[in-house]
């Protein structure tokens, strides 16, 4: 879709990436996406597609916050986590969801709290969906709220407008 550095997301780009995921997930093969990001701009992203893609299917966004290169690299791990949990039958329905350091997170409410810590994203008050243990998802709550709205998104926009 793209290889930029996060802080280069723009939203043209996000738009895209919204309208390619919904185009995946109406396909009958598909059962659900992972969206690897970097951490810059991971949270707006997550939920604007949270707000846009029209399927109950899982979308995952995962990242890592070390380098490959990094003694304790934590992508790989992240990565296998975010598949585990779009793969698991208990993922259907919960909006889109962030998944990085053993913990399942709602679009809607993950943040980044941090710039250098690896156990940076938190929904500080509202608490997490679920977690990872031992490999496994174990989801402990949902989102009550539709994680949809009525937006209409027919028109590719026509200016890159910065993130911020």
Same mark, same amino acid.
């Given at each position: 879709m793209a290889n930029i550095g996060s802080e280069n997301m723009t939203s043209d780009? $996000?738009?895209? #990436? *919204?309208?390619?995921?919904?185009?995946?997930?109406a396909r009958d093969d598909v059962d659900g996406v992972v969206i690897?990001?970097?951490?810059?701009? #991971? @949270?707006?992203? /997550?939920? !604007? #597609? %949270?707000?846009?893609?029209?399927? @109950?299917? =899982?979308?995952?966004?995962? /990242?890592a916050m070390r380098p490959a290169s990094a003694i304790s690299a934590d992508g790989a791990m992240n990565l296998l986590e975010a598949v585990t949990? /779009?793969?698991? =039958?208990?993922a259907k329905g919960r909006g889109v969801m962030v998944v #990085? %350091?053993?913990? $399942?997170? *709602?679009?809607? !409410?993950?943040?980044k709290t941090n710039?250098?810590?690896l156990d940076t994203f938190? /929904?500080?008050?509202?608490g997490y969906l679920g977690v990872i243990v %031992?490999?496994? =998802?174990?989801?402990?709550?949902?989102v009550e709220k $539709?994680?949809?709205? @009525?937006?209409f998104l027919t028109y590719v926009i026509s200016r890159n407008y910065p993130m911020w």
């Open positions: 780009i $996000i738009l895209k #990436l *919204s309208q390619k995921v919904n185009a995946l997930l690897t990001h970097g951490t810059d701009t #991971l @949270d707006e992203t /997550a939920y !604007f #597609l %949270n707000l846009t893609v029209k399927s @109950d299917k =899982p979308v995952v966004f995962t /990242a949990v /779009a793969a698991d =039958p208990n #990085l %350091n053993d913990r $399942i997170g *709602s679009a809607r !409410f993950v943040t710039a250098t810590t938190k /929904a500080p008050e509202e %031992n490999g496994k =998802p174990q989801f402990e709550t949902r $539709i994680h949809t709205c @009525d937006l």
